[in-house]
């Protein structure tokens, strides 16, 4: 069996498990942000009316706000606070960071774990040797919560390999979307999807986590890595409980290989009106841009952060450009602040925002007028995601990012690299 | 489980930002129900019928894994859901809240707007009563079928979490 079939039969009590194999497994976390709460939360209270039996598996982040800018979304989180209380859940409440990065860093993520949420990218978790998928607010509310269960059904596995050096300037951001051009959205649909090879081994689980971020653009069930010691230390770093590692059997089959060389790569750019329009960003170099941002669930990371203000050193943001900087959780800023970036970056012009989702569907920020472009690092591009659905939305590694924020137009981060 | 209606065709890669936006996620169904799809057609949410069939191609309801995405489709009183492949999330929600659908390799092709199609879930078989031709999708899994037939996963939940 793989990672994610070990962890499957585990968790449902089985010795063994195929995939096309209903299961139903115990649920070790359910992660939710402040707008999947609320609509969970109704759905319990109202139609499932029965109560949650594990409220220390279960955490609320607000994400998507960080100060509510009207009365309705004001007594959103206020609901969200009292439903909470209710039922003795953890809430993080405006400014802890991202739903994920929040779950991760107060250990409720673990190589083995079963970890469910109401974000469609909570596969990220596979990076940490766990099993992490989506679903939905019915399946939260009528079986997560009352009996710390969920069904699945047991997905067959792909492998994606990747071997090769990236080139200067090329991250694993841009491997990753160029992985939603290669496999297409839709391509690996009901599918886990493991990444591996030497690119992979020899990843940061930061990076990892832009590989199993992207798994639910190509449809995929979940994405994993199967853990190594790399994954054992990263997750020691934020709980000390006690965990057994499942690791893929030596000897398992993929139902399809998907193999790319990352040194032929340039920064790739996901142009509208979908995540799957990847081009190489010399494409596309030269359109002009009105907003960049650093953040969200693909960006938003140290990493990001240190890119950005690598690059801007010397520079100053264009400026026809908002440049907003958004860091992943509290712990992000708090390390940006150490090593002195909150000021250079600061200085350079951008600003900076609580911890949180950032833009994401400019729910409290960064909407969007007729026209406009922004480029960034989150995850989605769709029409009207961010205000208009006559704006565009260009994503890329905080590198193409950071470049077109000093230009004012998409630009190729590898002029700027030395 | 039969349905027979008109159909409404939409493309590849809907994702469930455009059946319902994030500025309608707190609204009623009622007043989502209104506004589905808008930005994809415009007419869709004023003209839908009771028991019209949505079309679609590949990967539909990607993005965002809401579950009002499908209760608010459901709220416009179509009758279901036929597309080449959904995204997971969509597929899963569609049986939990109850509205029928059907992942039907080859349905772009088969229907337009306007024609009618009687689609039977359980069997996967698909007539196109306008240009007088079948197809055939592979059944869903039994258990999904059950769900389903008990109404979504808040009638079914007992029997599946002490299975």
Redesign the interface.
């Known amino acids: 069996m793989n990672m994610v079939e070990k962890i499957l039969a585990r968790a449902s009590g089985q010795r063994e498990v195929a995939p096309g194999d209903?299961v139903?497994a115990d649920v070790d976390t359910l992660i939710m942000h402040d707008?999947?709460a609320?609509?969970t939360g109704r759905?319990l209270e109202n139609?499932?009316r029965k109560p949650i039996r594990y409220p220390e598996r279960v955490l609320i982040v607000f994400d998507h706000h960080f100060s509510p800018a009207s009365e309705?979304r004001a007594k959103?989180l206020q609901e969200n606070r009292a439903f909470a209380r209710r039922h003795g859940i953890r809430v993080f409440d405006c400014g802890s960071g991202n739903l994920h990065h929040v779950a991760i860093q107060h250990g409720y993520v673990w190589p083995g774990a079963v970890v469910v949420g109401?974000?469609?990218h909570t596969n990220i978790h596979g990076a940490l040797g766990a099993f992490g998928t989506?679903?939905?607010?019915?399946?939260h509310?009528?079986?997560v919560m009352?009996?710390g269960?969920a069904?699945f059904?047991v997905p067959a596995a792909q492998r994606v390999w990747l071997e090769g050096d990236y080139a200067p300037g090329v991250s694993a951001r841009d491997a990753a979307q160029y992985l939603v051009g290669l496999i297409g959205?839709?391509g690996a649909?009901?599918k886990a999807l493991e990444f591996a090879g030497p690119v992979v081994e020899a990843a940061s689980v930061s990076d990892r986590i832009l590989f199993t971020l992207m798994a639910v653009?190509v449809?995929a069930?979940t994405g994993y890595v199967d853990p190594d010691e790399k994954t054992v230390a990263y997750v020691r770093q934020w709980t000390d409980r006690p965990f057994e590692v499942l690791r893929n059997d030596p000897d398992v089959a993929y139902e399809r290989e998907w193999r790319v060389d990352v040194g032929t790569l340039a920064p790739q750019v996901a142009c509208p009106p979908?995540i799957?329009n990847v081009h190489p960003v010399t494409e596309v170099v030269g359109t002009p841009i009105t907003h960049a941002e650093i953040g969200g669930h693909g960006g938003g990371r140290l990493d990001d952060v240190r890119t950005l203000a690598r690059l801007l050193e010397g520079r100053r943001v264009h400026p026809d450009v908002r440049l907003q900087v958004v860091p992943n959780s509290r712990w992000v800023f708090e390390q940006a602040l150490k090593e002195g970036l909150v000021e250079s970056i600061y200085r350079a012009g951008a600003n900076w925002f609580p911890a949180g989702a950032g833009s994401n569907?400019?729910?409290n920020m960064g909407a969007l007028a007729p026209g406009e472009r922004m480029i960034s690092t989150q995850a989605?591009n769709?029409?009207?995601?961010n205000g208009s659905?006559e704006a565009e939305i260009y994503l890329a590694a905080a590198a193409t990012v950071a470049a077109s924020a000093v230009k004012g137009a998409i630009a190729d981060p590898r002029e700027l690299v030395t | 489980m039969q349905l027979r209606g008109r159909v409404w065709k939409f493309g590849?890669?809907v994702?469930t930002?455009?059946i319902v936006?994030?500025k309608n996620?707190?609204k009623s169904f009622d007043e989502m129900a209104t506004q589905v799809l808008a930005?994809l057609n415009p007419v869709f949410a004023r003209e839908v019928q009771r028991g019209d069939l949505l079309v679609a191609g590949?990967?539909f309801g990607?993005?965002?894994?809401?579950?009002?995405a499908?209760k608010a489709l459901a709220a416009t009183g179509i009758g279901g859901v036929v597309a080449e492949?959904?995204?997971?999330?969509f597929y899963?929600?569609a049986f939990?809240?109850g509205l029928p659908i059907l992942e039907c390799p080859g349905i772009t092709a088969f229907a337009d707007d306007g024609d009618v199609l009687r689609v039977d879930v359980a069997t996967g078989e698909v007539v196109n009563e306008s240009r007088g031709q079948t197809i055939q999708a592979p059944p869903p899994?039994a258990?999904l079928l059950e769900m389903l037939q008990a109404g979504?996963?808040?009638p079914?939940?007992e029997r599946?979490?002490g299975?």
């Open positions: 209903v139903v707008l999947s609320y609509l759905v139609e499932v309705e959103i109401s974000d469609s989506g679903i939905g607010n019915n399946s509310a009528a079986m009352p009996y269960k069904w059904r959205e839709g649909v009901y653009d449809g069930k979908t799957g569907q400019a729910t989605r769709f029409p009207g995601r659905p | 590849d890669d994702p930002d455009a936006p994030e996620l707190f930005t590949k990967h990607c993005s965002s894994g809401r579950a009002v499908v492949t959904f995204a997971r999330t899963r929600n939990e809240i899994p258990f979504g996963i808040i079914f939940s599946l979490a299975g």
